[in-house]
Every structure is written in C-alpha cells, then in structure tokens.
C-alpha cells in the first residue's frame, strides 16, 4: 500500500491545523467596553448581554441590584446558586461573586463600567485547566483600566436614565383582579438612574496608578425602594528594578437595597387598599473588597515566575420590621448577618521560547492555595397582638426561644492544587 504523497498529507496537516485554531479564536471572546454602548449599568453581565456568542444573560426580576442568571456552557439551572454561576475573576483573581443569600445584592454591581477595559469570555480548556473544579462552567476574567501614559490626568462624567414601565391595560387589569388602585400605590411608572465617576490616573518609567470614586443610584419600579453602591478602587504597578515588578489592585465598596411590603414581602397584591407601611424596614446592607498584590520577577527573556496573593470579602446585613397593622394583628422581625471570605494565593512559572516567527513554545507550571471561610448569624420571629406581641420593639440581652428561629452556620473549604 502506497503512501500519499507529501504535498498531500501537507495540505491535510494544513487544514486540521487551521480548524484547531479557528476552535481556539472562538473559545474565548474578548470584549471592550469603551466600543460597548451600555444601555444597563446595574451589572458587569448586562454588558456582556447580547455581546458574546454562546453567552447566555437572563434577567429574572426587575428588582435593582439582583444578579441576572448567567449561562456559559449549556447548563439550564439556576446560574444564581454557587455551582452554575461561571467562575468570575478580576484582572485574573477569583472573586466571590454569587449574591448574597440572605440580601440578594450582586457582587457584580460593586463595579462600575468605567472602571473596566475588557472582558474575556474564557471557553477553551487549557487555560481554564488552571482553575480546576473552580470554573466547571466557565470563566469570564475582567481586566480594570490602568493608567494613562504622561502626566496626572482627572477625570470625571456622569450618567442619567430612567426606567419606563408600561401601564396596565385592561387584560392585565384582570389578571391582577382589577386592584388598580392598589397596584398604583405600589408601582410606579419608572425610575431615575443616575451614576457619577471621578478618576486619577498616570504612568511614567516607574510604572502606572489609577484610583477613583464611583456612585450609582437606581430608584426602581417599586416605590420606596431602590438600590445604591459607592466604590474606592485603586489600580497600581510599580518597576521596583528592570525585572521586579508589584501590581496592586483594590475595590471597596458599598452598597445597600431597601424593600418594602407589599410588591416585595409580598408580591401577591389581593385587596384593593394597600396598608400605610410608614413603619415597615426592610434595609439590606452589603460590604465588598476585593484586593490582590501580584509580583513579578523576569530572569531572563524566556523564564517568569509571579506570585498573587488575594482576598475576596463580602458582608451582607439585612434587618427588616413588619408592623401589625399590616398583618393584620401579627408583628414581623428578623435580623440576619453574613459574612464570605475567599483567600487564594496563586504561584506560576512561566517559559517562553520562539522556535520561529509562526512557531512559539509557551509552558506554565503553577500552584494555588484557596480558602474560603462562610458564616451566618440569623434571629427571626413573629407573635400576634393577642399573643402579647407589641409593634414596640426595644432592644433586650436575651430572647425567648419559643417566640424567635434563632441559627448561626459556620463553614471553611481549603484546597491545594497543581497544574500545567
């Protein structure tokens, strides 16, 4: 049996050789967001709304500052549990980004559009080999703006929108058992968005700094509610020597959602009066940092190796008071704290040879550290008037067990990993 001629099996190396790099061009999609027109600011996700093939973003509430379900590799759950939601990263840091559970604040809105350069959708396996079991689903890897070449720059805009929402007609009237008036008194035609930014930024031959303050207001569609978030942000690099290098990066943020009863508590609006929720609280309170500090050190052309150390920190508070005249002779209370810790540090080694101008060999070795850290304190309870409840609520040393659900959860993971 002959062999087929060299021009052949060229060709045949050829095309396979283009497919698979095709396939790797489209395993990962890279997004500006200064090219984007941003018609949604509540979320990093909405950007990539509509922008990124294969990325699926579905909004399942019009609640301000709730995270939408985001699908990256086929999965049909709900993408808001901790197992679904695609690994999220900031300039190649993992960060706690699923919401919280006791606020349902998304983590992905402590960032404000202006903060970020691009975006990359990550799909192929090699470099998601480096996450692990961390990015089942994916990863999508936020890069920040750095500064600016030249000398110190200030910056500031701002932005101003509004929500629409469409009025009843008569089928919908009907569904919602014609309570017009009741509905009027809870949603509102719209809501005012509005978002400030203020920036500093330079670089020179010691390296680059950009650090700024952002604000963002949503009023949403449901009256007396909304959602807030105020943000800090530094982004630094520092030459120590021609190969050392630092590169700092922190986000504090926070942020804050207010509720209500009716439309919220309860979305189920049945009488054709709404109850005076003068004295109702529902505040939902949410603390973010993230932080990294990479170091870099270059032998020599081909041989790296750096180091990140970094922590992903979310606190959420959320502390809510149901009067009895909105019960109808039962008082609501709860107070619920949590707090999310994700420490990870990540050490690589890197060689890169040029074999020729189209032939490159590029082997990273790398090992991690992660520790995550989970904690919940929750007291809630109820008792009717004839019960001997009061809508006076005062602040006591203890509880009685047999009025209030009191529970408190405690739960650490560390693992180690290799790869290459």
């Given at each position: 049996?002959?062999?087929?001629?060299?021009g052949?099996?060229?060709?045949?190396?050829?095309?396979?050789?283009?497919?698979?790099?095709?396939?790797?061009?489209?395993?990962?999609?890279?997004?500006?967001?200064?090219?984007?027109?941003?018609?949604?600011r509540?979320?990093?996700?909405?950007?990539?709304?509509?922008?990124?093939?294969?990325?699926?973003?579905?909004?399942?509430?019009?609640?301000?500052?709730?995270?939408?379900?985001?699908?990256?590799?086929?999965?049909?759950?709900?993408?808001?549990?901790?197992?679904?939601?695609?690994?999220i990263?900031?300039?190649?840091?993992?960060?706690?980004?699923?919401?919280?559970?006791?606020?349902?604040?998304n983590?992905?809105?402590?960032?404000?559009?202006?903060?970020?350069?691009?975006?990359e959708?990550?799909?192929?396996?090699?470099?998601?080999?480096?996450?692990?079991?961390?990015?089942p689903?994916?990863?999508?890897?936020?890069?920040?703006?750095?500064?600016?070449?030249?000398?110190?720059?200030?910056?500031?805009?701002?932005?101003?929108?509004?929500?629409?929402?469409?009025?009843?007609?008569?089928?919908?009237?009907?569904?919602?058992?014609?309570?017009?008036?009741?509905?009027s008194?809870?949603?509102g035609?719209?809501?005012?968005?509005?978002?400030?930014n203020?920036?500093?930024d330079?670089?020179?031959d010691?390296?680059s700094?950009?650090?700024?303050?952002?604000?963002?207001?949503?009023?949403?569609?449901?009256?007396?509610?909304?959602?807030?978030?105020?943000?800090?942000?530094?982004?630094?690099?520092?030459?120590?020597?021609?190969?050392?290098?630092?590169?700092?990066?922190?986000?504090?943020?926070?942020?804050?959602?207010?509720?209500?009863?009716?439309?919220?508590?309860?979305r189920?609006?049945?009488?054709?009066?709404?109850?005076?929720?003068?004295?109702?609280m529902?505040?939902?309170?949410?603390v973010?940092?993230?932080?990294?500090?990479?170091?870099?050190?270059?032998?020599?052309?081909?041989?790296?190796?750096?180091?990140?150390?970094?922590?992903?920190?979310?606190?959420a508070?959320?502390?809510?008071?149901?009067?009895?005249?909105?019960?109808?002779?039962?008082?609501?209370?709860?107070?619920?704290?949590?707090?999310r810790?994700?420490?990870?540090?990540?050490?690589?080694?890197?060689?890169?040879?040029?074999?020729?101008?189209?032939?490159?060999?590029?082997?990273?070795?790398?090992?991690?550290?992660?520790?995550?850290?989970?904690?919940?304190?929750?007291?809630?309870?109820?008792?009717?008037?004839?019960?001997?409840g009061?809508?006076?609520?005062?602040?006591?040393?203890?509880?009685?067990?047999?009025?209030?659900?009191?529970?408190?959860?405690?739960?650490?993971?560390?693992?180690?990993?290799?790869?290459?």
């Amino acid at each position: 049996m002959e062999l087929l001629p060299k021009g052949i099996w060229k060709t045949m190396f050829l095309v396979f050789a283009s497919f698979g790099v095709a396939l790797r061009l489209n395993a990962q999609d890279t997004l500006v967001v200064d090219s984007t027109v941003l018609s949604n600011r509540s979320g990093i996700e909405r950007i990539l709304q509509g922008n990124v093939a294969g990325l699926r973003i579905k909004n399942w509430t019009g609640t301000p500052g709730a995270q939408s379900i985001i699908n990256l590799r086929g999965l049909s759950l709900d993408a808001t549990s901790k197992s679904t939601i695609p690994l999220i990263l900031i300039n190649g840091v993992p960060m706690i980004a699923s919401p919280s559970d006791l606020t349902g604040i998304n983590p992905l809105a402590y960032f404000s559009p202006d903060q970020i350069d691009r975006i990359e959708v990550i799909k192929v396996i090699d470099r998601l080999a480096a996450y692990g079991v961390q990015a089942p689903n994916g990863a999508i890897n936020i890069i920040m703006k750095e500064g600016v070449s030249g000398p110190i720059h200030v910056s500031a805009n701002a932005f101003v929108g509004a929500n629409f929402l469409q009025g009843m007609d008569f089928r919908k009237d009907a569904f919602y058992n014609f309570n017009t008036q009741s509905r009027s008194a809870v949603y509102g035609d719209g809501g005012f968005v509005s978002e400030q930014n203020v920036a500093v930024d330079g670089s020179g031959d010691f390296g680059s700094y950009l650090f700024g303050l952002t604000n963002y207001k949503d009023q949403g569609y449901i009256k007396n509610s909304g959602f807030g978030r105020q943000s800090l942000y530094l982004n630094a690099k520092y030459n120590i020597t021609p190969k050392f290098s630092a590169h700092f990066y922190n986000n504090f943020s926070l942020s804050r959602k207010d509720g209500r009863y009716a439309g919220e508590f309860n979305r189920e609006i049945l009488l054709p009066v709404v109850s005076n929720e003068g004295f109702v609280m529902d505040k939902n309170r949410n603390v973010g940092l993230i932080s990294s500090m990479k170091l870099s050190y270059q032998f020599n052309p081909s041989w790296n190796i750096s180091s990140v150390p970094s922590i992903s920190y979310d606190a959420a508070s959320r502390d809510a008071y149901v009067p009895s005249d909105v019960l109808d002779g039962e008082i609501f209370a709860l107070s619920h704290t949590g707090k999310r810790q994700l420490i990870t540090i990540n050490t690589t080694l890197n060689y890169l040879k040029s074999l020729s101008e189209d032939l490159k060999l590029d082997m990273t070795i790398g090992h991690e550290l992660r520790s995550s850290d989970d904690r919940l304190t929750a007291i809630d309870g109820s008792r009717g008037l004839e019960s001997g409840g009061s809508d006076f609520v005062k602040v006591v040393t203890g509880y009685n067990a047999n009025q209030v659900n009191a529970r408190s959860d405690h739960q650490q993971e560390k693992i180690t990993s290799f790869y290459g």
